[in-house]
């Protein structure tokens, strides 16, 4: 049981390049989202799925797209990157909850994202 | 709005004695409240949560946290701390808005704790 992992751990890109992240979840999990850190913001959603084929935008969405065409994946997609971009990328997921149970979510180990 | 407030930015603690990192929310309704830490390059790791019940909820690793309704408040203590507690602890409160189990996290506490 892995749990949530994340590919790939690094990356450095040049600006306009594009990239896309993968995070699988072996824990049958309903939902599932993309956060950035950055020193000092805490965690902020960028965009969340709520089962396989669909997807919602977060707190901070421009620049990003996601798919999650099966239940364990969740891509995120950087089109065109910046300089902007550059964060620590961390994949969660979670049961959606019922009656006390579930709600809270487990996360994968990030990916280091440079954008120069 | 809803939103985690997480008031100190560090706290700093000498090993053996209890430690306290604050936490207070804004939510519409009942919250939910999480608590998650990051050590160092490593992602979050789920330590307690409130959903209801008991004011006083245990987690992993001897932390425990109490719930203060009137006070809005979620603070995570310890009763004695450890070295090995220096890390990065991160408040969150579900986001009552939806059903989607979003969490709003706070900016989070770095917790120093010395020899």
């Known amino acids: 049981n892995a749990g949530v992992t994340q590919t790939p751990k690094f990356r450095v890109l040049k600006t306009g390049q594009s990239m896309t992240l993968l995070c699988a979840q072996d824990?049958?999990?309903?939902?599932m989202y993309w956060y950035r850190q950055d020193p000092g913001m805490g965690l902020r959603l960028i965009h969340y799925?709520?089962?396989?084929?669909?997807?919602a935008k977060g707190e901070v969405p421009d620049g990003y797209n996601v798919s999650r065409l099966k239940k364990q994946n969740f891509l995120l997609g950087l089109e065109s990157a910046a300089p902007s971009q550059t964060s620590v990328y961390f994949c969660?997921?979670?049961?959606?909850?019922?009656?006390?149970?579930?709600?809270?979510?487990?996360f994968g180990p990030g990916t280091r994202l440079t954008v120069t | 709005a809803q939103s985690v407030a997480q008031p100190e930015d560090q706290v700093n603690v000498a090993e053996g004695n209890p430690l306290t990192v604050k936490c207070t929310y804004s939510v519409s309704g009942n919250p939910y409240l999480f608590w998650y830490v990051q050590y160092p390059n490593r992602g979050l790791q789920f330590l307690l949560k409130y959903i209801t019940g008991d004011n006083l909820v245990k987690g992993s690793y001897g932390f425990e946290a109490e719930f203060n309704k009137s006070q809005t408040s979620f603070h995570l203590k310890k009763p004695s701390a450890l070295v090995s507690d220096s890390a990065l602890y991160f408040c969150?409160?579900?986001?009552?808005?939806?059903?989607?189990?979003?969490?709003?996290f706070g900016k989070g506490t770095k917790l120093s704790v010395k020899p």
């Open positions: 799925s709520v089962g396989e084929g669909t997807t």
């Open positions: 969150a409160v579900r986001d009552m808005r939806g059903s989607q189990g979003n969490l709003i």
């Open positions: 824990m049958n999990h309903e939902y």
């Open positions: 969660a997921s979670s049961f959606p909850g019922l009656a006390g149970v579930g709600y809270e979510q487990y």
